[in-house]
């Protein structure tokens, strides 16, 4: 699985968007752009993900650039409860068992 | 209607004991995993079962034995543990079916030992 890349800290105000980057230079073709969060103490959650299209949920948006090396979680109007550790991954989107590497994370601070 | 549960949340325990932590899911999930995070909080995969097969094993100690007696149920059985082994220790499932397989995470174990 390719590596990805991104800061280690962030800060949002509460009520405004949260931009979360990751890179990932090295994807290739048939891997998928995964994100989890990690609240503290808890097991990670599943957020969103996506192959090369723009993805949008109810939790959050995945913007995907065009040469596929970078993606961007948006959380439209942060609150206090997306204070978390947020982890972006990438993977074969294949069936089955999956090796998933977590990185370090973004540790996002929503600030009231 | 938890979907995936371990037991328990808390273990405290003496170096060179044995002990165990258990974990359920009721996603009707054909893959389970064993995940570790240390102090520095670095999440790292263990073990993966498959259908109750070991498919991945991460160079852990053999200290650590994963057994699965069905697909609902993956536990994790530590023998003479070290300081090292302090960690919360979690769980997850994920389905075989189709390619967008998330990962459902049980709610950690934090194992402390002394």
């Known amino acids: 699985d390719a590596k990805t890349t991104q800061p280690p800290s962030m800060d949002c105000a509460e009520g405004r968007a949260a931009n979360l980057p990751c890179n990932h230079s090295t994807i290739s073709g048939n891997e998928y752009v995964y994100w989890y969060r990690q609240i503290h103490s808890q097991g990670p959650q599943y957020i969103i993900h996506g192959l090369k299209n723009n993805e949008t949920n109810e939790m959050a948006s995945l913007i995907i650039t065009e040469d596929r090396k970078s993606s961007t979680l948006i959380l439209p109007h942060a609150t206090l409860r997306d204070t978390a550790v947020y982890y972006c991954?990438?993977?074969?989107?294949?069936?089955?068992?999956?090796?998933?590497?977590f990185g370090t994370g973004t540790k996002l601070q929503v600030i009231p | 209607d938890t979907a995936v549960s371990q037991t328990p949340k808390y273990l405290v325990t003496q170096m060179g004991n044995d002990k165990s932590i258990k974990c359920e899911q009721n996603l009707g999930h054909d893959t389970m995993y064993w995940y570790k995070q240390d102090s520095k909080k670095f999440l790292k995969i263990m073990f993966s079962?498959?259908?109750?097969?070991?498919?991945i094993n991460e160079t852990v100690p053999n200290r650590f034995s994963p057994k699965s007696p069905d697909k609902a149920h993956l536990n994790l059985h530590i023998n003479s543990l070290e300081l090292g082994d302090s960690a919360v220790y979690f769980c997850?499932?994920?389905?075989?079916?189709?390619?967008?397989?998330?990962?459902?995470f049980g709610p950690g174990t934090r194992l402390t030992v002394l």
């Open positions: 997850a499932s994920s389905s075989n079916r189709g390619i967008y397989n998330e990962q459902f």
């Open positions: 079962y498959n259908n109750k097969e070991l498919i």
């Open positions: 991954i990438v993977r074969v989107g294949s069936g089955g068992y999956q090796k998933v590497t």
